[in-house]
């Protein structure tokens, strides 16, 4: 089968999401920070959506220990996570403008990657990369939509992950405890609940429903 | 009386390093929200707590 046209792909996410909505997530742009188990799943929730531009970060390569919950495949190994989300990306939704940045990012270079995106994503692993971020962006960028995830170890209950809003535009995901630190790993089901929660708080963003 | 993570405690005239002391972290996994707005982290030991005050101290656990 052909791929089909720009035009095709946007009749069937409009009669799916309403026109409405769809002109909205169209014009969207959205940088996700960190490409693990909740950066591969958000920007891919957020590529099938429909989302027009999405912005992918993350300095590290496919690593065998990914592939129980993040989005790659065994002969994506050894590459940029960049590369092989982007490629995954494209496939999905090949008319996503889709800007890869292959870097790791600091207090320094933050604000200059992040700003054309409206709406950022926190999807790091490490607790104080998070926190640097998330200071990060509060600090200087205190216009952007701001959506972190923390507290998603283990196979604990679902139904404790939940989204908060921390102030008007900073909204956590996570259970806020289950830390991968206290000995039980990240599972896929679990971290994609997550991913899930904070691309559903992107959307929500997107389409002007602010309240959780 | 403050309002700390939706909890009223009497830490009226409390600094923020203080209060996250007293919550047993350091300062370098959280973010502190004061009445709506970020306290950046340079200004933590100089950033005292008013009667009246809201604070939302976010603490991010590793994974993802």
């Known amino acids: ?212 | 009386m403050v309002k700390i993570n939706g909890e009223l405690l009497d830490k009226a005239g409390c600094s923020v390093t203080d209060i996250l002391a007293d919550m047993g972290t350091s300062g370098q996994r959280v973010a502190v929200e004061l009445n709506e707005s970020i306290v950046p982290k340079a200004e933590y030991s100089s950033t005292f707590l008013k009667d009246g005050d809201t604070m939302e101290v976010v603490r991010f656990v590793g994974g993802g």
């Not at chain 1, 996700?32 to 970060?57: D, F, K, T, W, Y």
């Not at chain 1, 919950?69 to 090949?94: C, H, V, W």
């Open chain 1, 1 to 212: 089968m052909p791929i089909p046209t720009r035009e095709e792909i946007y009749a069937a996410l409009e009669e799916r999401h309403g026109r409405e909505l769809q002109k909205k997530l169209s014009e969207a742009s959205v940088a996700v920070c960190g490409l693990g188990g909740l950066g591969s799943n958000i920007a891919i929730a957020l590529a099938r959506a429909g989302v027009g531009r999405l912005h992918i970060l993350d300095f590290d390569i496919v690593d065998i220990s990914n592939l129980n919950r993040q989005q790659y495949f065994p002969e994506q190994l050894g590459m940029y996570k960049t590369d092989a989300l982007y490629d995954t990306l494209s496939r999905i939704a090949p008319y996503c403008d889709i800007q890869k940045d292959c870097v790791k990012l600091d207090e320094d270079n933050i604000p200059g990657l992040l700003e054309k995106e409206s709406i950022i994503c926190e999807a790091f692993d490490k607790a104080d990369q998070k926190a640097m971020l998330v200071n990060c962006v509060l600090e200087n960028m205190p216009e952007k939509y701001l959506v972190a995830g923390s507290g998603m170890a283990g196979i604990g209950s679902s139904n404790t992950i939940t989204t908060k809003r921390i102030t008007k535009r900073f909204y956590l995901c996570g259970d806020g405890t289950s830390d991968v630190e206290d000995g039980m790993g990240l599972v896929a089901s679990r971290v994609l609940i997550c991913a899930a929660h904070q691309a559903n708080a992107v959307i929500r963003i997107i389409a002007g429903k602010y309240e959780i």
